[in-house]
T-cell receptor, first 114, second 114 residues
Framework: DSGVTQTPKHLITATGQRVTLRCSPR?????VYWYQQSLDQGLQFLIQ???????AKGNILERFSAQQFPDLHSELNLSSLELGDSALYFC?????????????FGPGTRLTVL | DQQVKQNSPSLSVQEGRISILNCDYT??????FLWYKKYPAEGPTFLIS?????DKNEDGRFTVFLNKSAKHLSLHIVPSQPGDSAVYFC?????????????FGTGTRLTIIP
């Protein structure tokens, strides 16, 4: 158990809908990362927050947005969903914001868009 | 553009033998490299890392080798055990401030045959 929790575990929805994925980092970790893993793909970095502020942005679509709240949990909002958004979405956390600090991953949310 | 490549999607190794997983990268600015291990229905877990100032890092049965001139790294597991069966991802980053994101490869599924 990494100490990072993600809800829900599974999500099935229809095209055009909007969903929110939630992540609670490990106790004491200030940095939260979101990754997308599509079929047969590596993990694609989406976005990073550190202590409530956006820190780094990857290949995140404009239809997607995220935020980190004062209690340090984070939410990833996906809107106008398309079939291609079906993927595993992982959240990770670390104490420091730099890449040399170990990132601890949650178990992921599997999103299926029908 | 896949900057981190794991060209072998799968690998089978006899228990007790050495497992060698390979990873190539194209971005010469990468200076920090990591290996993550992933079991089904779990998030990736950190295994071992190496900075570009080194060419080898060892942790128990796991050793990572870095060949900067060839832009190649490898993970050696010896002896291989059944519990090592998992998907292994290599990842790379530029560790200077402001470039903290990890770029992952597509993974290699390692199966240890008892």
């Amino acid at each position: 158990d990494s100490g990072v929790t993600q809800t829900p575990k599974h999500l099935i929805t229809a095209t055009g809908q909007r969903v929110t994925l939630r992540c609670s980092p490990r106790s004491g970790d200030l940095s939260v990362y979101w990754y997308q893993q599509s079929l047969d793909q590596g993990l694609q970095f989406l976005i990073q927050y550190y202590n409530g502020e956006e820190r780094a942005k990857g290949n995140i679509l404009e239809r997607f947005s995220a935020q980190q709240f004062p209690d340090l949990h984070s939410e990833l909002n996906l809107s106008s969903l398309e079939l291609g958004d079906s993927a595993l979405y992982f959240c990770a956390s670390s104490e420091r914001p730099d890449s040399t600090d170990t990132q601890y991953f949650g178990p992921g949310t599997r999103l299926t868009v029908l | 553009d896949q900057q981190v490549k794991q060209n072998s999607p799968s690998l089978s190794v006899q228990e007790g033998r050495i497992s060698i997983l390979n990873c190539d990268y194209t971005n010469s600015m990468f200076d920090y490299f990591l290996w993550y291990k992933k079991y089904p229905a779990e998030g990736p877990t950190f295994l071992i890392s190496i900075s570009s100032i080194k060419d080898k890092n060892e942790d128990g049965r796991f050793t990572v080798f870095l060949n900067k001139s060839a832009k190649h790294l490898s993970l050696h597991i010896v002896p291989s055990q059944p519990g090592d069966s998992a998907v292994y991802f290599c990842a790379a980053s530029k560790s200077n401030f402001g470039n903290e994101k990890l770029t992952f490869g597509t993974g290699t599924r390692l199966t240890i045959i008892p």
